[in-house]
């Protein structure tokens, strides 16, 4: 008979696969947010470049 590897919390307590997850989740939607915060960044700096270069080509 094969030993029992299942994890029983106890009353109260999540099982470690779901903190795990939580924790991966966390990490995934610092990731995001850095990212779109990048893209934008960049976006708003090539719009104004683009406005700056219309605005020379005006004058």
Known sequence: MEPDYTVNPGPGEAPLSLEFGLIVLGI????????????????????????????????
């Open 28 to 59: 995934g939607a610092l990731i995001f947010v850095y990212l779109v915060f990048k893209l934008w960044r960049e976006y708003r700096q090539r719009s104004a470049r683009r406005e700056a270069e219309s605005d020379e080509k005006s004058e």
